[in-house]
T-cell receptor, first 114, second 109 residues
Framework: EPEVTQTPSHQVTQMGQEVILRCVPI?????FYWYRQILGQKVEFLVS????????KSEIFDDQFSVERPDGSNFTLKIRSTKLEDSAMYFC????????????FGDGTRLSIL | RKEVEQDPGPFNVPEGATVAFNCTYS??????FFWYRQDCRKEPKLLMS???SGNEDGRFTAQLNRASQYISLLIRDSKLSDSATYLC??????????FGPGTRLSVLP
């Protein structure tokens, strides 16, 4: 069964450094998402991406965040200058056609900011 | 603010028991609903979609009541492997998902 894959599984970074989290969505899916989950809290939406542009973003997704689909397979989330409160699990998800469809999640990147 | 609410639990039940979870949502425009399960420190995995007519998948039954903005999940004959957190999810105008905080289930031997 096709899967969403994410790398790295764990990233440890000093505060103020830039990080790039990588995702390979399922190949025939057209909608891509990033979510985060702070330890002990609920999963929160960050951004959705379709047709090479952001289709929606939450208030969490401020100017420190950006997303990119640099080639036909990768989908990346960049955090420009990390803060302690960015420590969380970051999940990438994809769906075939967007609305009304289940989203399939990768196994996440645990980001730890020191 | 569009929210999905769940009883966080934990629900501790013996093997073989039937357990029901409830969920309410505030966005009356939400069209699609799902139940996901999440094991500790793992990704959410789709359990089932939820339809107005109600749907069943083996031991799992989901129901949607749009008038009351209420969703339920029933697990029959619970197994040890059902121990997890169950996430109620609604769409936000079809653009993204709004997750509930999850209900923790422990099935005891």
């Amino acid at each position: 069964e096709p899967e969403v894959t994410q790398t790295p599984s764990h990233q440890v970074t000093q505060m103020g450094q830039e990080v790039i989290l990588r995702c390979v969505p399922i190949s025939n899916h057209l909608y891509f998402y990033w979510y985060r989950q702070i330890l002990g809290q609920k999963v929160e939406f960050l951004v959705s991406f379709y047709n090479n542009e952001i289709s929606e973003k939450s208030e969490i997704f401020d100017d420190q965040f950006s997303v990119e689909r640099p080639d036909g397979s990768n989908f990346t989330l960049k955090i420009r200058s990390t803060k302690l409160e960015d420590s969380a699990m970051y999940f990438c998800a994809s769906s075939p056609t967007g609305s009304n469809q289940p989203q399939h999640f990768g196994d996440g990147t645990r980001l730890s900011i020191l | 603010r569009k929210e999905v609410e769940q009883d966080p639990g934990p629900f501790n039940v013996p093997e073989g028991a039937t357990v029901a979870f409830n969920c309410t949502y505030s966005n009356s425009a939400s069209q699609s609903f799902f139940w996901y399960r999440q094991d500790c420190r793992k990704e959410p995995k789709l359990l089932m979609s939820v339809y107005s007519s109600g749907n069943e998948d083996g031991r799992f039954t989901a129901q949607l009541n749009r008038a009351s903005q209420y969703i339920s999940l029933l697990i029959r004959d619970s197994k040890l492997s059902d121990s997890a957190t169950y996430l109620c999810v609604g769409d936000n105008y079809g653009q993204n998902f709004v997750f509930g905080p999850g209900t923790r289930l422990s099935v005891l031997p």
